[in-house]
């Protein structure tokens, strides 16, 4: 079967779509958050209070469920997140094959390190400025590095694959 590849800018559009969804659940968080440190304050203070906890808080909150709408999302009968089925886009294998959700799972899971990364080097940063280490500002330099690797690879790859894609064997293709 022959394939029409999604480029960068259907690609960003999807995106974007999917990030005004992303945007609604980290107002609803933050709004959460307020009323939990209103009625709870010691509570939501001990899961902010070192870059540890604060990685792991926003990791469970935020991370993770971004990660598993991807996945759950991608691998259902729809095969693509709201923003890509909004752009008329799908994720497959390269086989063609609708993703498995362990696949679908990990190739989320590739996307989103780079965001995860970044999450942690500005843990650190926010809560030791002045003394923040040289590998912290290393690890903002892979982040940018990944980003970059991931659109220049979907740049040049004739089937637009990022390097999450070509680790997970998958295409999004238009429909």
Known sequence: MKYSFAGLWVRTLAFSVDYILIAIYLIAIVVIGVALNFTYPTATRSLFANPVSSQITGFLTVTLPITFYFALCESSSWQATYGKRKMGLRVIRTDGAPMSRARALGRSALKFIPWELAHTCIWQISFHPQTASPIIYLGLIVVWALV???????LVSKSHQTLYD????SFVVKT
Do not use: C, E
């Not at 970059?148 to 979907?154: D, T």
């Not at 070509?166 to 064997?169: E, K, N, T, V």
């Open 166 to 169: 070509w680790l997970a064997h």
């Open 148 to 154: 970059g690797l991931n659109i220049l690879s979907l």
